[in-house]
């Protein structure tokens, strides 16, 4: 039997680079050869959102990006959360299992805590189970997620563990898989590319964004003037580089470093170099927009399919924990 793969995304907005370079490349080049479910997690979303009108266009956004990226609902299956109200359920029965202190310790919890003081909600510090419920439900084994998210698979596989010791043999401890770029710095050079930060590339931003996101970029600081050598190993635009330009890369690290090429030159060229990446993932999109009818086929059938796997593991799950 094929490992079973699975990951989920929020629908905070579309797509953008970070998450396509940390996660959503490895979604795509795992479907191949794995048993692969994905998410659009609306339900985590709630954690942070307070206006959630946009929440449904979010969803839909994030659905086209991800089949435009290339995940192929013949072979994987696609699906929203919330229409599969099982995992609810589920994240109710693993808080019976998960001590609360392991969550009050939570990097991200601490983090949200401190960003939003005025909503710190049960959702909040519930955030980590409902992710171990998402994953568990399917009895997935690999979960491919940027390098952010592994506090919170190692505190899925203690609850893992812990339920399995106590209830029986139920589910495999779930494992990271990390592409080669797991944490893609903003282009201010500093934090994690976000779009909550707005220091992000939309997947389906216009080519002219693009170009105006990447020359605003920050790139090696030591660099004042254009006569200054720089040091690629030090700039966040020499990692995109690396990703977008991979066949001239060494030119641009020995031409950065003797100042024959400078900042201004060098972001014109990356700008350049994503907009050529990027335009048949933006091409499609645009097809896939187009046909709303497949894009309601493809929710549906998702969500139908998760459902059926879904139901069988709540059976095991409530015969196991005594309920049935
Ligand atoms: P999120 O939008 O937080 O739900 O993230 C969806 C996926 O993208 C998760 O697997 C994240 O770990 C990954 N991701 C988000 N931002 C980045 C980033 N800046 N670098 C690498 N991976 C990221
Ligand atoms: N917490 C993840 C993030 O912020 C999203 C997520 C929810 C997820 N459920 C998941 C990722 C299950 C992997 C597996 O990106």
């Given at each position: 039997m094929k490992k079973r793969v699975f990951s989920g995304i929020r629908p905070t907005g579309r797509i953008h680079l970070g998450n396509y370079l940390g996660a959503v490349q490895n979604y795509v080049a795992m479907q191949d050869e794995y048993d692969c479910i994905y998410c659009v997690v609306d339900i985590h979303a709630l954690t942070t959102l307070e206006d959630t009108h946009l929440l449904k266009d979010n969803v839909r956004e994030q659905m086209i990006d991800l089949?435009?990226?290339?995940?192929?609902?013949?072979?994987c299956i696609l699906f929203v959360q919330s229409h599969v109200p099982e995992v609810t359920e589920l994240f109710t029965l693993l808080g019976m299992a998960t001590p609360l202190s392991w969550l009050l310790r939570v990097p991200t919890f601490k983090e949200k805590a401190k960003q939003q003081p005025h909503n710190v909600n049960y959702g909040l510090v519930g955030y980590p189970v409902l992710m171990t419920a998402d994953i568990v439900l399917y009895k997935a084994e690999a979960v491919p997620v940027g390098e952010d998210q592994l506090p919170h698979l190692e505190l899925a596989r203690e609850i893992v563990r812990r339920f399995n010791d106590q209830f029986g043999p139920t589910f495999p401890e779930p494992k990271g898989k990390l592409t080669?770029?797991?944490?893609?710095?903003?282009?201010?050079?500093?934090?994690?590319?976000s779009k909550s930060l707005n220091n992000h590339i939309e997947l389906a931003a216009t080519p002219e964004e693009?170009?105006?996101?990447?020359m605003s970029a920050v790139t090696d600081p030591a660099r004042r003037l254009r006569s200054d050598p720089g040091h690629p190993?030090?700039?966040?635009?020499?990692?995109?580089?690396?990703?977008?330009?991979?066949?001239?890369?060494?030119?641009?690290?020995?031409e950065c470093q003797s100042a024959s090429r400078g900042c201004v030159d060098c972001k014109k060229q990356l700008g350049a170099a994503i907009n050529e990446y990027l335009a048949p993932l933006r091409a499609r999109r645009a097809e896939?927009?187009?046909?709303?009818?497949?894009?309601?086929?493809?929710?549906?059938?998702?969500?139908?399919?998760a459902r059926a796997i879904a139901r069988v593991t709540m059976v095991e799950v409530k015969q196991k924990m005594g309920l049935l």
């Open positions: 089949l435009a990226a290339g995940l192929d609902p013949d072979k080669s770029f797991p944490m893609v710095v903003g282009l201010d050079g500093r934090d994690k590319m693009t170009m105006k996101k990447v190993e030090v700039c966040n635009i020499y990692k995109l580089q690396k990703h977008f330009s991979p066949a001239i890369v060494d030119e641009i690290a020995s896939i927009a187009a046909d709303q009818a497949y894009i309601d086929k493809v929710i549906k059938e998702g969500a139908e399919k």
